[in-house]
């Protein structure tokens, strides 16, 4: 249980206090399902199926719970085009792009930062191929 005054102007967002709903929404958006679907919409709207495809590992249901909470934190919006048989898409909402700026950031210095990192890191196990 999370809690706030009823009074908006009272409260003190604060990732630091358990009690505070911001930490409970640090813990989600930083997941890595969540980083990545937004990193990738940050390129277009895609379909379900195009996200599957993208996003290597992760399952059809994995993907349906990640856009539906990122759709009731109102980062994601799903598009009905109506049609027969079903089209959805999905696009980031002006909030979801503020947010996408700084995932994006992240995922680039990961990216850049990737060997640095896993040196002598014996938490990671790592295969390396020879001849490629």
């Known amino acids: ?4 005054p009823s009074d908006r102007s009272k409260a003190t967002p604060n990732v630091f206090d358990s009690k ?12 890595k399902w ?7 919409l940050s ?3 895609w379909r379900n199926g195009e996200l599957l495809r993208k996003i290597d590992g992760i399952s ?4 349906t719970q990640t856009l539906r909470g990122l759709e009731e934190a109102n980062l994601v919006k799903r598009i009905d085009m ?9 696009e980031l909402t002006s909030m979801g792009k503020e947010l996408r ?14 060997f ?15 001849g490629d």
């Open 60 to 63: 059809q249901k994995m993907l």
């Open 1 to 4: 249980m999370y809690l706030l």
């Open 20 to 31: 505070c709903p911001a930490r409970y929404l640090l813990g989600m958006l930083t997941g």
């Open 34 to 40: 969540n980083l990545l679907i937004v990193d990738a």
């Open 101 to 114: 700026e700084k995932i994006c950031s992240f995922d680039r210095w990961v990216e850049q930062n990737m």
């Open 43 to 45: 390129e277009r709207r």
């Open 116 to 130: 640095n990192l896993i040196e002598n890191n014996d938490s990671i196990d790592i295969k390396y191929l020879t």
């Open 82 to 90: 109506r049609t027969i048989p079903p089209h959805v898409e999905y």
